[in-house]
Every structure is written in C-alpha cells, then in structure tokens.
C-alpha cells in the first residue's frame, strides 16, 4: 500500500517516517518517537482528533503514551505550525494536521468533520453588522482568517438513516 499523502504548502507529499523525521528536524525539534507516531496518526487518518482520541489510537495502535507526553508533544507541534490546534464545534480542542486554510463540512448526525476548500475569493468574504449602532465598528474590524463550518449529514449517515427509514416503514 503506497504512504499516505499529505500536504505543505499546497505539494502533496509521501508520509512517511523518513519524510516526517526531516520535518520535525527542519523545525529545530527532535524527532522523537512520541512526535513521530502522533504525525504519523494525523497523517495516516486525517481525522480531526481530540488528545483524548489520540491518546486511545495510539494505544489502539499498540503504541500508548502518557497523557503528559501527548500533550507536552501536541502544543510543541502546534507550536511549530505542524499540525493546527483548534476548537471544534463539539467544544473541545481538537487537532488537525492540514495547516493550509481551509473549511471544515461537519456531520450533524455523526460529527465527522472533512476538510475542505471553498471556491472563490474568501478576501471578499466581509461581516456585516446585524445592529446599526455596531455598523462602524464592525467595518473597522481587520480580518486576519476566515474559517467556515458547512454543517449537514455525511453520505454514511444519509445511507444509514434511509435504510432505519425503510425499516419501519
């Protein structure tokens, strides 16, 4: 089965050990054992985990780490601008591994979460203000990132809840 793909700065590369190693490296980080199977969990699933979910695929893996560990390598990797830290829409911090902008579809039924692009020039995406006495400040605001959320149901779900439908019909 070839690696995984993954992306920086808009080039898919191969993921791999040898490939992440140089990556850690050329962020003045070691590579160690812990940095690497977390990037390697990241890469491998692209999933938007929790630290709590990292920690149980990891150990699911067969390759635990204390809680400490995980969270000591997750804020220097985020630190480092090698996976992104966020907050989901659940509340909970969560970390993703493609750090190019980008939007996020969002499963209301499963809470999968997928990444995604967004077609068209989002620099003339503008707020607008919903009270007239916030108008002035609203538009002196600067904007640094634009994030959306596109929530709906996921394919599995839309499959699932038919054939639940079908059922008791």
Known sequence: ???PLFVIMGVFMACNRETLTQLIEQKHLR?????CRILELLHETHAHYTPEEVLEALRERGEPLSIATLYQNLAKLAEAGLIARFVGPDGHTRYDVNTEPHHHLVCKVCGRMVDVGVKGPL????????????????EAWKIGQVHLEFHG????????????AAQSA
């Open 1 to 3: 089965m070839p690696a």
């Open 31 to 35: 590579a160690t054992e812990a940095r």
């Open 153 to 164: 149901v996921c394919p599995a779900c839309q499959a699932k809840l038919a054939h639940e």
């Open 123 to 138: 620099e003339r995406i503008r707020p607008v203000a919903l009270f007239e006495e916030e108008k002035g400040e609203v």
